[in-house]
């Protein structure tokens, strides 16, 4: 399972963070990466942890000013990128530019969606993965797996309908190990977090939980 962590603008320490996932990640088969804000990358990257950044734009070097340039986020020692995050909304075309952008930097790809309709779309725009989210659930504590099993398990079956090269991570209220294995279960190939541990008093404790079952 690829377990994935957003710190999004958590009040938390992005290195210690990293150093935890970095760490943890040495102790499972799970693959552990994060995805912190833009201006944390290089210094979280350099921890050796698998590092993501949370948005690309989809431009090329040139007049952009206040955008983010995939180009850079890869020099930064990030190796993915999440799209059209349920807090980063973008346009389909936009959506479209932006893993065109990645591919161009050798970032892997997860686009988010709100529901199955959504990841078949995003799924046909040729992402690495794609990640269902319901809005609703998002930072909740209430785990996706649980209130709404069904909203995964027809997402898996929206992108294998699209591209079956295309794996499916699911969030939203994913914090414990159960809830991984929940995911597991339902078809999903890995899973986006975020308050269960940027805001856990011990992260690298709520990290090891998550992966204890797998
Ligand atoms: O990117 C992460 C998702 O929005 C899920 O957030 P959450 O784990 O706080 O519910």
Redesign the pocket.
């Known amino acids: 399972m690829f377990v994935?962590?957003?710190l999004?603008t958590y009040p938390c320490d992005p290195i210690a963070v990293a150093e935890a996932v970095r760490d943890v990640n040495e102790t499972t088969d799970a693959r552990l990466a994060i995805?912190p804000q833009a201006a944390h990358l290089e210094r979280v990257a350099e921890t050796g942890a698998e590092t993501w950044a949370?948005h690309v734009d989809p431009i090329e070097h040139g007049s952009n000013t206040g955008h983010t340039l995939a180009e850079s986020v890869a020099d930064a020692g990030a190796v993915g990128t999440?799209l059209n995050?349920?807090?980063r909304r973008s346009k389909l075309a936009d959506i479209d530019g932006a893993v065109r952008a990645a591919e161009r930097a050798n970032l892997e790809t997860v686009v988010?969606a709100n529901n199955p309709a959504q990841i078949g779309a995003a799924a046909a725009l040729g992402p690495d993965a794609v990640?269902v989210?319901p809005p609703a659930?998002?930072?909740?504590?209430t785990p996706?797996s649980q209130a709404d099993p069904d909203v995964v398990e027809d997402a898996v079956e929206a992108a294998a309908n699209v591209d079956s090269d295309v794996s499916v991570l699911c969030?939203?209220?994913?914090?414990t190990g159960d809830d991984v294995v929940a995911a597991g279960d339902l078809g999903a190939e890995g899973v986006?977090?975020?308050?269960?541990?940027?805001?856990a008093d011990d992260p690298k404790a709520a990290l090891e939980d998550l992966v204890a079952p797998l």
């Open positions: 994935l962590v957003n999004k995805a949370q999440l995050h349920s807090e988010c990640a989210e659930l998002i930072g909740t504590g996706v969030g939203a209220g994913i914090s986006l977090l975020a308050s269960g541990v940027a805001k």
